[in-house]
């Protein structure tokens, strides 16, 4: 079982950064694929960015590549989101989700966007962009 609980979020003018953080309950934080989706009223949820915790490989939607980094902080089982240059267009709910059953799968340029590849999620966080 994995708790996921996120935090960080708030409301920001566009241009403005944020970071989001998810702290994971597990006993061992390597060999998970922990991604980062969103969602805004009416519309679908949205993969944004994954990391596999055991190479530290990195992955990101077109729409957040260059703006948003997703790290990870093994010491404290936390991945992070910097989102950066924020846009309007960013406001969602945030939320954090982690797969331990087939991360290298979850965690690939085809999968990691997937809702369904992963097992747990955390509650959300809101994320609010003005103009």
């Known amino acids: 079982q994995v708790q996921l609980v996120e935090s960080g979020g708030g409301s920001v003018q566009a241009g403005g950064s944020l970071t989001l953080s998810c702290a994971a309950s597990?006993?061992?934080?390597?060999?998970?694929?922990v991604g980062w989706f969103r969602q805004a009223p009416g519309k679908e949820r949205e993969g944004v960015a994954a990391?596999?915790?055991?190479?530290?490989?990195?992955y990101y939607s077109h729409s957040v590549k260059g703006r948003f980094t997703i790290s990870q902080d093994n010491a404290k089982k936390t991945v992070h989101l910097t989102m950066n240059s924020l846009k309007p267009e960013d406001t969602a709910m945030y939320y954090c989700?982690?797969?331990?059953?087939?991360?290298?799968?979850?965690?690939?340029?085809?999968?990691?966007?997937?809702?369904?590849?992963?097992?747990?999620w955390g509650q959300g966080t809101q994320v609010t962009v003005s103009s």
């Open positions: 597990v006993y061992s934080f390597s060999s998970k694929c």
């Open positions: 990391i596999y915790t055991g190479p530290g490989i990195q």
């Open positions: 989700a982690a797969d331990s059953d087939y991360p290298a799968i979850s965690c690939s340029g085809g999968h990691f966007e997937t809702p369904a590849q992963y097992k747990y």
